[in-house]
């Protein structure tokens, strides 16, 4: 099969919910307001690290729209879709862009913070 190379993002990042490979940055974010068949959905201007399904017509709430579904390039899970085409002027916008459903991506960062919450002494209280 070969390698599989994939692209640490970094910054706030959306992961594959199976296995933890960045897909998309936040900064990529476009929309929340999307849904899919499971519900909600994120539109991303980007993705990293997936492949794609075939090109098919697809029948969606905001009309008729050419997709290619997108999976993730190390486990293989389906992760959403990006729009190739859509057939209304009125949904040009999503011509390019990537769709990400909620149910199958974490929101993380890359890095992890510590807040102590342990009373502690102030510098007046030392003397």
């Given at each position: 099969m070969g390698r599989i190379f994939v692209v640490d993002l970094e910054g706030r990042t959306y992961k594959c919910k199976f296995c933890k490979t960045h897909l998309a940055l936040a900064d990529?974010?476009?929309?929340?307001?999307?849904?899919?068949?499971?519900?909600?959905?994120?539109l991303?201007?980007?993705?990293?690290?997936?492949?794609?399904?075939?090109?098919?017509?697809?029948?969606?709430?905001?009309?008729?729209?050419?997709?290619?579904?997108?999976?993730?390039?190390?486990?293989?899970?389906?992760?959403?879709?990006?729009?190739?085409?859509?057939?209304?002027?009125s949904q040009k916008y999503k011509e390019g862009k990537f769709v990400l459903e909620r149910g199958r991506i974490i929101d993380g960062t890359d890095s992890e913070f510590y807040i102590?919450?342990?009373?502690?002494?102030?510098?007046?209280?030392?003397a």
């Open positions: 990529d974010l476009v929309s929340r307001a999307f849904h899919c068949r499971r519900g909600k959905a994120y991303f201007n980007n993705a990293v690290n997936i492949t794609f399904g075939r090109h098919e017509e697809r029948m969606m709430l905001s009309g008729t729209h050419t997709v290619a579904d997108i999976f993730c390039c190390y486990c293989g899970q389906i992760v959403g879709w990006k729009y190739e085409t859509a057939h209304e002027n102590d919450t342990r009373p502690t002494l102030s510098d007046a209280e030392d």
